[in-house]
């Protein structure tokens, strides 16, 4: 099922159930500045979704750039080059997470460094930054984790750990109105960017087992007034 949700009433809504050409699953999304949804499947490939109709289109990606195969993913937006770019973290057949861009339209990637945080899900923001998750039963450490990354090289800029974030059977990540929103194993937290310590558990049980998550950098980068 394709939904949308809404950080400020916590609500879902369906918009269809997602079509995709063949027999695998969705894995990662990203969503652009014109509210096209970019998914990858488990196989591997990048299908464009229309995020008013959940309508699949197959792309012209081609699978395995740089041993790179499944990947979270995440847009970008650098105001000082007023560029929006798509990040991809996965994977490279060597065991090692490597960080990449996927340049438009030619739907290429180029690697740009190692990720030593584990195997992130992506999100950026607005004003640059480059953030990923990764659940315990993903982080060699065997906790929870939300880290900065250099968008340059991958490297680890800040990290913060959560003990009580146990999982990873389904999960995805995005940064909405000041706050990271992490849907791990049915529920959803909110932890915001300025307190990065502070956890709040926004949804004990949504019902959903959410895969990919995607929010386009347009979205506010500052809490909304209550």
Known sequence: MFSRFDPATLTFTDIGVLKCPGHSTPFSMAVDQNAVAWVTYYDGNLYRVDTGTAQCEATSFQVRQ????????????????????????????????????????????????????????????????????????????????????DPNSGATLESHSYFTLVGGTSWAMKFWGGSFWIFLDGALYEVPRATPQTIRTAIADTGRDIVGAGVSTCAPLLALPQ
């Not at 007023?82 to 057949?93: C, K, Q, R, V």
């Not at 982080?139 to 990354?149: C, G, I, K």
């Open 66 to 149: 740089h041993g790179i195969f499944q990947f979270g993913m995440g847009f970008v937006f650098t105001p000082s080059q007023n560029l929006d770019t798509l990040y991809i973290a996965g994977d490279d057949g060597t065991g090692d997470i490597k960080l990449a861009t996927v340049s438009f339209p030619s739907l290429v990637v180029t690697p740009i460094g190692t990720v030593t945080a584990g195997d992130v899900e992506l999100t950026g923001t607005g004003d640059g930054s480059l953030w990923g998750f990764v659940p315990s039963g993903w982080n060699p450490d065997d906790q929870s984790e939300l880290v900065r990354l």
